[in-house]
């Protein structure tokens, strides 16, 4: 019986340590879009292209946005606004178990 139970921690204990390492082979990417003037742009879309599909969210009330669950890798993040320019970022690299602080000012469009 207690072979039984120092198995069965054992084996607790191993899948434990399992699901603890698979959450962390995802990274994200995490920051804050402004304006020039320093404002937090509400409701801003950043973006990304996952397997020939965009995914994306929208940034908080206070400017925020967060990417995940993200492969580890290199993304191309797309950032835009109604009445300000599309920004591209190219190259953000993504590791996993990491959060990439990518802060983004968005510009006005003037054209």
Known sequence: MKTKLIYLLAALCCLAA?????????????????????NPVIGAIVSYVRNGNIEGTSTDENGRYRLKPLDAGVYDIMFSFTGMRRDTVRKVAV??????????TLAANTA
Request: aromatic residues 6%.
């Open 18 to 38: 399992e699901q603890s390492s698979a959450q962390n082979l995802f990274g994200e990417i995490a920051g804050v879009v402004k304006d020039t003037e320093g």
């Open 95 to 104: 590791s996993s178990g990491q959060i990439t602080v990518w802060n983004h």
